[in-house]
């Protein structure tokens, strides 16, 4: 039945896509927290932060962006979990279907959706003043990243939707996600903090992904930051995918 | 056993950990036929119907459906039945029509609009066809359910429970669909706790009772089984529930 996988996968992908233009809240959620954020570090603590860098906005969008991701896959999680508890899942996996494709359709709507969040905040954030100098291939370099990000957070997301017991459960797993980039260089330098919080700032995933895309935007040579920025994003990319579709064989057996 | 069983158990054995929930199933069940499962809440009913439309793997025992091995051969089991499981399994964010397009696409058939309005048709949901399913009554929820089903004709069709939760009316339009669908060759595995139900549809009726069936007959055949020194006594007839009782021993 695999003849049927990106045919299946595509309109399965045109179902989920319809839920998420019916809900449009869920992507105004997703984007709301990371703006919140944003207007909250700008405009309140900004004054007091002292960056090395012109401009806060400019500083603080990397990291805003990890966030908004971080918080849009909480999402995935739930519909996932709402068809698992729904019997649609057993209903689709009962047919002459290939049976992934249930799967991909919810990596890619994830992918969809919060690209849809991501360009939500960058429009804000232009609004308050981000400025990026970076070319065509800089913003491609950008996108790239932030879609690894998105889709090693995507299948770590599918996990809990697999096998929660509750909404709440399906969506807790994010909240330590959405708390690495505040131990990280996302808001300010990781040489203001002390030893053991500096020292575990500077190897988290978070604090490389953001000095590559700063560097990015701000149109300077990216250093070894991006190389370790792609590890961990593949690394964790892998590693969650193989933990997804593991939980995954368990559940259709 | 026959060959040509549309579905085919024989020492069927299941375990959720240390629960014994299926301890050696053994049935078949003729093509066209309606064939009721009963058994009361928790008997196992549902993990029978997992076992056979290949969502589920037995830790014993052997099954076949429509001439396909439930283990070996997947694929074509999937591809010759249909699953209405215990709970209506609908896209609440989807329209009634939208539901049946999607499932006559993943079914790869061709004309999916014409084959959706057709049964919106049917079943009596052309007026609620553009509403969102979250709208819908729990009866016209199910109607769509079994609708659903229905696409690509499938040899064979599993109902988990189709009336449970339904109110009276809805009830009985759930069991015009299914003496419908009997009526045009297809075979139905109906599993329910309610003995008037089986009583109403089947054509036999196997009790599944500590992960065994206890009886399985025709109702004449089951009715047959109550001592008849109770005949004399009662002037109705006896009803399933009587003889269900009197199998099961009551405390
Ligand atoms: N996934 C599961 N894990 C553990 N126990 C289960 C699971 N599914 C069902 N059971 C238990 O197995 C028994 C039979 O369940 P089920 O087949 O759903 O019965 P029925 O459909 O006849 O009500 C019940 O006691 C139920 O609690
Ligand atoms: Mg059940």
Redesign the interface.
């Known amino acids: 039945m695999t003849t049927h996988f990106f045919g299946d996968t595509a309109v399965l992908l045109g179902r989920s896509l319809r839920h998420i233009a019916r809900s449009l809240d869920t992507i105004i959620t997703t984007a709301i927290m990371p703006i919140a954020f944003m207007l909250l570090f700008v405009y309140v603590f900004g004054g007091a932060i002292n960056s090395g860098s012109d401009s806060y906005v400019s500083y603080l969008l990397p990291g805003i962006l990890l966030i908004t991701i971080a918080s849009g896959i909480s999402y995935t999680a739930y519909r996932l979990f709402l068809d698992m508890k729904s019997g649609i899942f057993e209903r689709f996996q009962s047919m002459p279907i290939a049976r992934s494709s249930v799967l991909w359709a919810h990596v890619l709507t994830s992918l969809v959706a919060n690209l849809v969040s991501l360009v939500v905040v960058v429009l804000v954030a232009l609004l308050m003043g981000f400025r990026s100098g970076a070319g065509v291939l800089a913003w491609l370099a950008v996108a790239g990243i932030l879609i690894l990000f998105t889709l090693a957070l995507t299948w770590i997301a599918v996990i809990p939707g697999l096998t929660a017991k509750s909404v709440d459960g399906a969506s807790a797993f994010s909240y330590p996600l959405l708390f690495l980039p505040f131990i990280s260089s996302a808001f300010v330098p990781t040489a203001t903090m002390p030893g053991p919080v500096r020292a575990f700032a500077e190897n988290q995933p978070v604090t490389s992904i953001v000095n590559a895309i700063r560097d990015l935007f701000t149109g300077q040579p990216v250093g070894a930051d991006i190389w370790t920025a792609l590890a961990w994003c593949v690394g964790i990319l892998v590693v969650a995918y193989f933990f997804a579709m593991a939980t995954y064989r368990r559940k259709i057996s | 056993m026959s060959t040509d069983a549309a579905i085919q158990v024989r020492g069927l054995q299941k375990s959720y950990k240390k629960l014994e929930v299926l301890r050696g199933v053994d049935f078949e069940v003729a093509p066209g036929s309606i064939f009721a499962l009963l058994g009361s809440n928790g008997a196992g009913k549902t993990t029978v119907v997992?076992i056979l439309?290949?969502?589920?793997?037995a830790d014993a025992g052997e099954a076949s459906v429509n001439g396909f091995d439930v283990v070996a051969q997947p694929?074509e089991v999937?591809?010759s039945?249909?699953?209405t499981?215990?709970?209506?399994?609908?896209?609440?964010?989807?329209s009634g029509r939208?539901n049946l397009v999607?499932?006559a696409?993943?079914?790869?058939l061709k004309g999916a609009g014409a084959i959706a309005d057709g049964l919106l048709d049917r079943f009596a949901l052309t007026d609620a066809a553009a509403r969102k399913v979250s709208t819908y009554s729990g009866g016209m929820r199910r109607r769509l359910d079994i609708a659903?089903s229905l696409i690509g004709n499938p040899p064979l069709i599993f109902l988990d429970e189709p009336t449970t939760g339904l109110d009276p009316e809805a009830r009985l339009e759930v069991w015009d669909a299914v003496r419908e669908l009997a009526a045009r060759g297809t075979t139905v595995l109906l599993t329910t706790q309610y003995l008037d139900e089986a009583e109403q549809l089947a054509d036999r009726i196997a009790i599944l009772h500590e992960g065994r069936i206890i009886v399985n007959g025709t109702l004449a055949e089951l009715k047959r089984m109550l001592p008849p020194a109770e005949v004399e006594y009662i002037e109705k007839q006896p009803t399933l529930e009587d003889v269900f009782l009197a199998i099961v021993g009551h405390e």
């Open positions: 997992k439309s290949t969502l589920l793997k694929a999937r591809q039945i249909s699953l499981g215990q709970f209506a399994a609908v896209d609440e964010m989807l939208e999607l499932v696409k993943l079914r790869h659903m």
